[in-house]
């Protein structure tokens, strides 16, 4: 496993999506076009059944790839299967998540997300968010799927990149520690919301990794403020998903352009 950034590695951007989201994923690859260099792929997945609407899409733009996924009754916990199974629909040394209801706003290349030589990644303590009132369901949700108490938040940044390893030793150490594979992840939560993949992800580089071999430099943001690329939307995890005239013009004119540009 190394993890260290070389002109020589490859670096990949993944997205994964639904027919709900066609409209913001064309706004998301629009700001991929015109803000990040520097990927050997851009690949657009999505569930069978959303196949139509989503290739539609992908089509606009020629270096954007789409593959298919199975349908799964409860998306919300199959999005993050697919997740999980990046290194499968990407051949990068390094995957580059970004959701479709995300868009960059500035330039972006691998180079961002590195530091000395080793990919960061953001993590914060649960205790700073309960003080602070917020709600945060995954601490308990996580320490389940790992098997052991996680005390840091994981999940705080676009885009979230992992090295190709950490895919396949985390399936691997998923499967002898559960005895399932990840499609059994969605006949063991209780609710929709009951799962959260990043953390899982974060987690397992912070608490699993050797200490001679890490995944990432594990950056708490109290210390180091991180840079932001992207603009995201729908943190509330709103049901409807179509843009309006006002949030499209609020969005592109955010990102630098306007909707007669794309």
Same mark, same amino acid.
């Given at each position: 496993?190394?993890?260290?950034?070389?002109?020589? +590695?490859?670096?990949?951007?993944?997205?994964?999506? #639904?027919?709900?989201?066609?409209?913001?994923?064309?706004?998301?690859?629009?700001?991929? &076009?015109? #803000?990040?260099?520097?990927?050997?792929?851009?690949? $657009?997945?999505?569930?069978?059944?959303?196949?139509? &609407?989503?290739?539609?899409?992908?089509?606009?733009?020629?270096? $954007?790839?789409?593959?298919?996924?199975?349908?799964?009754?409860?998306?919300?916990?199959?999005?993050?299967?697919?997740?999980?199974?990046? *290194?499968?629909?990407?051949?990068?040394?390094?995957?580059?998540? $970004?959701?479709?209801?995300?868009?960059?706003?500035?330039? #972006?290349?691998?180079?961002?997300?590195?530091?000395?030589?080793?990919? +960061?990644?953001?993590?914060?303590?649960?205790?700073?968010?309960?003080?602070?009132?917020?709600?945060?369901?995954?601490?308990?949700?996580?320490?389940?799927?790992?098997?052991?108490?996680?005390?840091?938040?994981?999940?705080?940044?676009?885009?979230?990149?992992?090295?190709?390893?950490?895919?396949?030793?985390?399936?691997?150490?998923?499967?002898?520690?559960?005895?399932?594979? #990840?499609?059994?992840?969605?006949?063991?939560?209780?609710?929709?919301? &009951?799962?959260?993949?990043?953390?899982?992800?974060?987690?397992?580089?912070?608490?699993?990794?050797?200490?001679?071999?890490?995944? *990432?430099?594990?950056?708490?943001?109290?210390?180091?403020?991180?840079? +932001?690329?992207?603009?995201?939307?729908?943190?509330?995890?709103?049901?409807?998903?179509?843009?309006?005239?006002?949030?499209?013009?609020?969005?592109?004119?955010?990102?630098?352009?306007?909707?007669?540009?794309?």
């Amino acid at each position: 496993m190394n993890t260290k950034y070389a002109s020589d +590695k490859s670096h990949g951007i993944i997205i994964r999506t #639904y027919s709900k989201d066609a409209e913001r994923l064309n706004l998301c690859l629009f700001s991929i &076009a015109k #803000y990040c260099r520097g990927f050997k792929e851009i690949v $657009v997945v999505c569930p069978e059944s959303s196949a139509e &609407a989503i290739r539609s899409v992908v089509s606009i733009y020629p270096n $954007v790839s789409l593959m298919l996924c199975q349908n799964y009754q409860n998306d919300m916990i199959g999005q993050q299967i697919t997740k999980l199974n990046s *290194h499968k629909y990407l051949t990068s040394d390094f995957i580059y998540h $970004v959701d479709s209801d995300c868009y960059f706003s500035k330039n #972006y290349t691998p180079d961002c997300n590195f530091e000395n030589g080793l990919l +960061k990644l953001y993590h914060r303590e649960y205790e700073f968010f309960y003080k602070s009132g917020i709600r945060m369901p995954w601490q308990s949700i996580t320490s389940r799927f790992l098997g052991q108490q996680v005390d840091f938040e994981f999940m705080s940044l676009f885009p979230l990149v992992y090295p190709r390893d950490l895919y396949i030793d985390l399936e691997k150490w998923f499967s002898e520690f559960h005895n399932l594979s #990840y499609e059994a992840i969605e006949n063991m939560v209780d609710a929709p919301w &009951a799962f959260s993949e990043f953390n899982l992800m974060g987690a397992f580089s912070y608490y699993k990794a050797l200490i001679d071999k890490p995944y *990432h430099l594990h950056l708490n943001w109290r210390d180091f403020e991180p840079d +932001k690329y992207l603009i995201q939307t729908c943190q509330d995890g709103a049901t409807d998903r179509a843009i309006s005239e006002t949030e499209m013009e609020e969005i592109t004119s955010l990102l630098g352009f306007t909707k007669s540009d794309m």
